[in-house]
């Protein structure tokens, strides 16, 4: 699967999500950050790592949650490592 493919899911994804600003998510790229610039509520985050896993049919390790960024590549990453992990 392609980075703007991941990217794509994500914003789907966060359309679902009333607390992201949705008139920043036209605009999103690796370099989006959920916190800062979509002023994602960080307890809203582990709501929408559960929508990713759900939607990319994936299931991340616990560690690698802890140690997740908030910028859109660190998702991204972190969906292509965990897909090729099988």
């Known amino acids: 699967m392609e980075r703007q493919e991941i990217i794509n899911g994500l914003v789907e994804i966060l359309r679902t999500v009333r607390t992201v600003n949705q ?9 989006t950050d959920f916190i800062a610039d979509l002023n994602t509520p960080s307890t809203e985050m582990i709501n929408i790592v559960a929508k990713i896993e759900q939607k990319f049919n994936l299931e991340f390790d616990d560690d690698d949650i802890d140690d997740l960024g908030s910028k859109v590549k ?3 990453n972190l969906i292509i490592k965990t897909q090729e992990k099988g």
């Open 23 to 31: 008139e920043k998510l036209n605009s999103v790229t690796e370099e």
């Open 74 to 76: 660190d998702t991204v």
